[in-house]
């Protein structure tokens, strides 16, 4: 069994930072693909960022310049450093990561951490 647990959301004032984190716990064998998504209310889950084992980011045009993703792969761990936040970035952000916890590898969700950016 694999959990993923995120912290670190919250409140905002626009222009400020947040650092939400995400760390997999249970059998895990290896990790592949980490990253972040988010969901605002009536929207579909989108891409935020992702991060491969060998340090490859991806992001979204909407967060590209302002957010960082980064990973502790001895802790398991996926961060996601949000800067100059704009009110359009409060959601629901996820993590999700592809684990290998028996035979094969899938994919795994965090139970979401609110953000929340007041203008």
């Known amino acids: 069994q694999v959990q993923l647990v995120e912290s670190g959301g919250g409140l905002v004032q626009a222009g400020g930072s947040l650092r939400v984190s995400c760390a997999a716990s249970?059998?895990?064998?290896?990790?592949?693909?980490m990253g972040w998504y988010r969901q605002a209310p009536g929207k579909q889950r989108e891409l935020v960022a992702a991060?491969?084992?060998?340090?490859?980011?991806d992001y979204a045009g909407s967060v590209k310049g302002r957010f960082t993703i980064s990973r502790d792969d001895a802790k398991n761990t996926v961060f996601l450093q949000m800067n100059s936040l704009k009110p359009e970035d409060t959601a629901v952000y996820f993590c999700h990561a592809v684990i290998k916890s028996t035979r094969y590898f899938r994919g795994y969700w965090g139970q979401g951490t609110q953000v929340t950016v007041s203008s």
């Open positions: 991060i491969t084992p060998g340090g490859v980011t």
């Open positions: 249970g059998t895990i064998f290896s990790v592949d693909e």
